[in-house]
């Protein structure tokens, strides 16, 4: 059958297994409009904002795991999906973004709506590709899919000229597999490196498991359980990694890094031998490199090779899949005698009597941490969520104790404001049967506004929470600070009423101002199982995220709640971020 | 240190462009690059000269390795090489210290390959720092206009990329 070319691309993301699209049409793109509307196996999520597009197509893929689709038109269309695929490239998410492009004769010619796609895109996708003939869409799209999904995950973005899409060809059959000569990752990890580690493993007294964002996106986290319960070691998990081991277990030492736990980040200080899994060593989880984990040898376990001594020089590197490696390591751990740790655990028990995470109540004001433990306790900790970036974000990773992988949704890597709710609303339309819970705050909440329109036309209810407290808090609590409290742009005056702003957007406004509301705020927005909800939950705005490691700071500079409130300007290293 | 590294690669658009800017996006620093097609028409080979520390150069390696149309990757210095670089540079007349054009042609063991307007044009080729030397040998002001392929090499005897 003669098939035009954008039918044959509909037809390629039917066979991949594609059932929602997220996406803005346009010029560029009409022919392949005309081809979704013809079909009824892919669902087309009509967002507001291409960037929506993109952060839906992400929380889609992270809550479920597969990959998110996008598709955009040309000019305009796919530049306003960069930041959403940045996001993605940052947390290794896998994503295939298809963007219409001019025709190819008037490539070049700064014709209307022409943007060079590839060239933009190009630093933050894993891989793309510009289709220059109707007979290679097929296998682009294989190709696209096999390296977004494989190795370690990312975007691929697509460009299609739009006579690429009007031309017409005999229809052939979609590869099943392909083969790329030039991409072939390593997924088995290496005996030889496996024995030596093991070999670490038993002989460290004092040793601490770091998980990050590898083990959920590998679903690793049933191998990472395994192991972390047959050695008996401390674990402590990143910002994308919560919920791989569950945080509610005694083995836990909960988040580490700029925002973690005393404990977790003590013990990383302290440790003989620290174990990363899928985590990549970033400048939030070791502060000052110069003094990080001074007594430790380094076990990292990665699938991207450019990971390992990127930042700190591994020991003992272990390329491959998370899943793949702890499974090795299991097996090669089995019957082997660990260490004596005893001594460790009671000196992290010590540390952990500290209760970094205590904060002291006022009367008359809402804690934002109390807003996410209530929020904990009403959805019984099962709930997906998502959250935006800044202090909720850090509150809700501190205090909702994530016992499942891909509970936790967010925009860690890039941080991006604006991600939760489009995030939401992908992973509703990915896991129908979940709660959602959008953490977010005032200002946050404002870059991705538009989509509660989105969230309506395709029945998505999430509960959104803003922690509304007037301030870009981060912001504020940096130039309290570091900054002598000069409070730079970081106040929001004339705010919206989100209560009627959700109204006229067709969903439950509720204002939360009393401690008292709170609770049964919460549940009765949960009880709303039809609707999105706007929790509009006005909080101290004088609050602020501890612990804190100072950007420079090492591990064990950690400023307390109620100990330290202040560091003094010289302290402060301005050349980290 | 300064290293030569060598990369096969997909003939394809947009391939050099990805190795560059992976350069820049990186800080990574770049002295020459060339590139061309190889016996296999749908393969190119890169040679990169860059510097910097043995870690900045394991990353090096490991981003091109990572660019997904990279076949493959070989930091050429580590081994046993030949590293060659050509120049086309244009001369007016004599060299410096009197030394005669000719001669100093015979003594680099370069050719002259165009004469006109009284400018001579000559082929230089060989490592680095003998066209720097040759470059060195000359007045300043006599020369005209240089052209540099940078440094294009290969492994010796039976090992491959």
Excluded at chain 1, 393 to 399: G, H, L, R, T, V
Aim: charged share 25%; proline share 4%; net charge negative.
């Amino acid at each position: 059958m003669e098939l035009n070319g954008a039918e044959i691309l509909v037809d390629c993301l039917q066979k991949e297994g594609v059932d929602h699209v997220f996406g803005y049409p346009g010029g560029a793109v009409l022919h392949i409009y005309d081809a979704i509307e013809a079909q009824d196996k892919i669902t087309h999520v009509l967002v507001r904002h291409e960037q929506g597009a993109a952060h839906g197509a992400d929380g889609y893929a992270r809550a479920n795991g597969k990959p998110g689709v996008v598709l955009v038109t040309s000019g305009p269309g796919i530049t306003n999906a960069v930041t959403g695929i940045a996001t993605a490239h940052m947390d290794s998410i896998p994503m295939v973004v298809i963007s219409g492009q001019v025709p190819s004769p008037l490539i070049g010619m700064d014709a209307f709506q022409e943007v060079d796609a590839t060239g933009i895109t190009r630093s933050c996708v894993k891989h793309n590709f510009l289709v220059r003939d109707i007979k290679d869409i097929a296998t682009t799209v294989k190709k696209a899919f096999h390296i977004a999904t494989t190795g370690r995950p990312g975007p691929v973005v697509i460009d299609i000229p739009k006579d690429i899409t009007i031309a017409k060809m005999e229809q052939e059959e979609y590869p099943e597999s392909i083969e790329i000569r030039s991409y072939k990752p390593t997924t088995k990890p290496s005996n030889r490196q496996i024995r030596k580690a093991a070999e670490l493993i038993t002989k460290s007294k004092k040793p601490i498991l770091y998980a990050g964002g590898g083990c959920v996106i590998g679903n690793a986290s049933e191998e990472l359980r395994e192991f972390t319960r047959m050695l008996g070691f401390p674990i402590t998990q990143t910002l994308m990694g919560l919920g791989a081991y569950p945080m509610t277990d005694k083995q836990s030492l909960g988040m580490l890094g700029m925002h973690g736990t005393y404990e977790a980040n003590m013990a990383m200080h302290g440790s003989d031998c620290v174990v990363a899994i899928g985590a990549r060593f970033d400048d939030r989880i070791t502060g000052n490199l110069a003094k990080f984990c001074p007594t430790a040898k380094f076990i990292h376990i990665d699938i991207d090779p450019s990971q390992i001594s990127k930042n700190v020089v591994a020991d003992i590197p272990i390329v491959g899949q998370t899943a793949q490696v702890l499974q090795a390591l299991i097996a090669e751990l089995k019957d082997k005698d660990l260490s004596d740790i005893s001594k460790w655990w009671s000196q992290i028990e010590e540390w952990r009597k500290v209760d970094s995470l205590a904060y002291k109540k006022s009367p008359g004001v809402i804690k934002p941490q109390s807003v996410i433990e209530a929020l904990y306790e009403v959805t019984e900790g099962k709930a997906i969520v998502t959250s935006d970036v800044g202090q909720h974000q850090m509150w809700a990773a501190q205090y909702y104790l994530f016992d499942e992988p891909r509970q936790w949704i967010n925009s860690g890597g890039l941080g991006t404001m604006g991600f939760g709710l489009p995030a939401a609303m992908g992973a509703k339309l990915a896991m129908p049967e979940k709660d959602i819970a959008c953490v977010t705050g005032e200002g946050s909440i404002q870059m991705m506004l538009q989509e509660l329109s989105t969230m309506l036309q395709y029945a998505t209810p999430v509960k959104i929470i803003n922690l509304n407290n007037g301030y870009l808090g981060m912001v504020r609590q940096w130039q309290e600070f570091f900054y002598e409290k000069r409070y730079a742009m970081s106040y929001m005056d004339a705010l919206p009423d989100f209560i009627k702003l959700a109204e006229s957007y067709g969903h439950l406004g509720i204002k939360v101002d009393k401690e008292e509301d709170l609770k049964p705020a919460l549940i009765e927005a949960f009880k709303q199982k039809d609707r999105t909800v706007f929790l509009d939950i006005i909080t101290d705005p004088s609050e602020n995220v501890f612990p804190m490691i100072p950007a420079g700071g090492a591990h064990c500079d950690m400023l307390l709640a109620g100990r330290d409130e202040m560091v003094s300007k010289d302290e402060t290293d301005f050349n980290a971020v | 240190m300064r290293h030569i590294i060598s990369v096969i690669l997909e003939d394809e658009a947009g391939a050099l462009s990805r190795v560059s800017g992976l350069f820049t996006q990186r800080g990574f620093n770049i002295e020459s690059l060339t590139v061309a097609q190889t016996t296999d028409p749908t393969l190119s080979r890169m040679t990169i000269v860059s510097s910097g520390s043995e870690r900045v150069l394991e990353q090096i390696v490991k981003q091109l390795n990572k660019l997904i149309e990279v076949v493959k990757v070989t930091d050429l210095t580590s081994q046993d090489h030949v590293e060659r670089e050509l120049m086309l540079a244009k001369i007016s007349s004599t060299s410096k210290e009197g030394v005669d054009l000719k001669e100093l042609v015979e003594i680099f063991g370069c050719k002259v390959v165009d004469v006109k307007d009284k400018i001579y044009t000559i082929e230089v080729s060989g490592k680095t720092k003998k066209i720097n030397a040759f470059l060195d040998a000359i007045e300043p002001s006599n020369i005209i206009e240089i052209s540099r392929t940078g440094v294009t090499g290969i492994s010796r005897g039976k090992k491959l990329i």
